[in-house]
Protein backbone atom coordinates (compact mmCIF):
# COMPACT_ATOMS: atom_id res chain seq x y z
CA UNK A 1 0.00 0.00 0.00
CA UNK A 2 1.58 3.41 -1.36
CA UNK A 3 -0.18 6.34 0.88
CA UNK A 4 0.56 9.61 0.94
CA UNK A 5 0.90 11.56 4.29
CA UNK A 6 -2.60 13.10 3.00
CA UNK A 7 -4.34 10.72 2.04
CA UNK A 8 -3.79 8.85 5.51
CA UNK A 9 -5.08 12.51 7.01
CA UNK A 10 -7.51 12.98 4.16
CA UNK A 11 -6.68 16.20 3.87
CA UNK A 12 -5.94 18.14 0.47
CA UNK A 13 -2.50 19.18 1.35
CA UNK A 14 0.25 17.93 3.65
CA UNK A 15 0.34 21.06 6.18
CA UNK A 16 0.10 20.29 9.64
CA UNK A 17 -0.70 23.37 12.30
CA UNK A 18 1.44 22.89 14.95
CA UNK A 19 -0.88 23.15 18.19
CA UNK A 20 1.22 26.23 20.16
CA UNK A 21 -0.50 26.87 23.65
CA UNK A 22 -1.24 30.41 23.96
CA UNK A 23 -1.36 31.54 20.24
CA UNK A 24 -3.32 28.86 18.32
CA UNK A 25 -7.20 29.26 18.73
CA UNK A 26 -10.22 27.75 17.75
CA UNK A 27 -10.34 30.49 14.48
CA UNK A 28 -6.94 29.48 13.33
CA UNK A 29 -7.15 25.64 13.97
CA UNK A 30 -10.83 25.94 11.81
CA UNK A 31 -9.04 28.05 8.71
CA UNK A 32 -6.35 25.88 8.38
CA UNK A 33 -8.84 22.91 8.29
CA UNK A 34 -11.03 24.93 6.06
CA UNK A 35 -8.26 25.47 3.75
CA UNK A 36 -7.23 21.69 3.21
CA UNK A 37 -4.66 21.42 6.00
CA UNK A 38 -4.85 19.73 9.66
CA UNK A 39 -5.63 22.11 12.57
CA UNK A 40 -4.91 21.33 15.54
CA UNK A 41 -5.32 22.87 18.97
CA UNK A 42 -3.03 22.97 22.21
CA UNK A 43 -4.09 20.71 25.08
CA UNK A 44 -1.26 21.23 27.42
CA UNK A 45 -3.04 23.49 29.75
CA UNK A 46 -6.21 21.32 30.50
CA UNK A 47 -4.98 20.54 33.95
CA UNK A 48 -5.51 24.09 34.66
CA UNK A 49 -8.50 24.45 33.44
CA UNK A 50 -10.15 21.59 36.07
CA UNK A 51 -11.81 22.50 38.94
CA UNK A 52 -9.74 21.92 41.91
CA UNK A 53 -10.83 19.90 45.09
Known amino acids: MN???AD???V???IIQ???LGV?????AAAVSN???LGSLP???C???LPCN
Open 3 to 5: RTL
Open 12 to 14: AYP
Open 24 to 28: STPEM
Open 47 to 49: LLM
Open 18 to 20: APM
Open 8 to 10: TLQ
Open 35 to 37: RGG
Open 43 to 45: VGD
